[in-house]
């Protein structure tokens, strides 16, 4: 069974940087492609990430590429996302979703576990 648990939210500046990560405590990590997604106020949920199993591919939505890095850890079930230069339109809960594909997927219902989200807030 999946179970996902986020950390390393917080307050940040513009321009700063934080590193958010996703444990699978239930140890079914193998096989299954992970994702990050984020829901701002007022907002729906959107994709924001992926890693494929084990981690070949990679994909971004536009606003945080070059800017965003997903990676994950097998042998630790974790996936993590490193998010620099941020800024203040990046203020949104962030979930770890894992989907069984095993390629790379950007959208949720791809995903068939969530975390319960983690708060990032970055101020001007």
């Known amino acids: 069974q999946v179970q996902l648990v986020e950390s390393g939210g917080g307050l940040v500046q513009a321009g700063g940087s934080l590193r958010v990560s996703c444990a699978d405590s239930g140890r079914a990590f193998s096989g299954f492609t992970m994702g990050w997604f984020r829901q701002a106020p007022g907002k729906e949920r959107e994709f924001v990430a992926a890693?494929?199993?084990?981690?070949?591919?990679?994909v971004y939505t536009d606003s945080v590429k070059g800017r965003f890095t997903i990676s994950r850890d097998n042998a630790k079930n974790t996936v993590s996302l490193q998010m620099n230069s941020l800024q203040p339109e990046d203020t949104a809960v962030y979930y770890c979703?894992?989907?069984?594909?095993?390629?790379?997927?950007?959208?949720?219902?791809?995903?068939?576990?969530w975390g319960q989200g983690t708060q990032v807030t970055v101020s001007s």
């Open positions: 890693i494929s199993w084990p981690g070949g591919s990679t």
């Open positions: 979703g894992a989907s069984t594909y095993t390629s790379v997927r950007t959208k949720q219902t791809d995903y068939a576990y």
